[in-house]
């Protein structure tokens, strides 16, 4: 009985150590943000104010706006995103011109 004990024990310990430096590596700003609030104004600001940090938000928006095209509005190219990722599209979206353009309801 008490190696079962024993081993629940370090079973729990471990798991414990392994969820902390879980969130510690992610940190709070690469956590999820509920669709409700995001749209095409707050993103786009976002993508300027933030600059690099566009793989970020790139990343926000395949997790809630799955669809995939590249058009140009008012002369920016905007892009919507299907979760299928390449090295073209990252590219595209590190480029000062790349915006992304959120409906208000995610599909």
């Known amino acids: 009985m008490r190696i079962f004990a024993l081993t ?4 729990l310990t471990i798991g414990a150590m ?7 590596f992610m940190g709070p700003e690469f956590r999820p943000t509920p669709p409700g609030p995001m749209t ?8 300027y104010v ?6 970020r938000i790139y990343g926000e928006v395949a ?13 920016v190219r ?8 390449s090295n073209s599209q990252v590219s595209m ?4 011109r790349a915006v992304f353009y959120l409906r208000d309801e995610p599909t």
């Open 63 to 75: 997790r809630y706006y799955p669809r995939q095209s590249l058009m140009e509005i008012d002369g």
């Open 18 to 24: 392994a969820a902390c430096s879980k969130l510690r």
């Open 78 to 85: 905007v892009f919507f995103y299907d979760g299928k990722s």
């Open 93 to 96: 979206l590190r480029s000062d």
């Open 8 to 11: 629940f024990l370090m079973a």
């Open 50 to 55: 933030k600059g690099r940090e566009s793989q």
């Open 40 to 47: 095409a104004e707050s993103v786009v600001l976002r993508h």
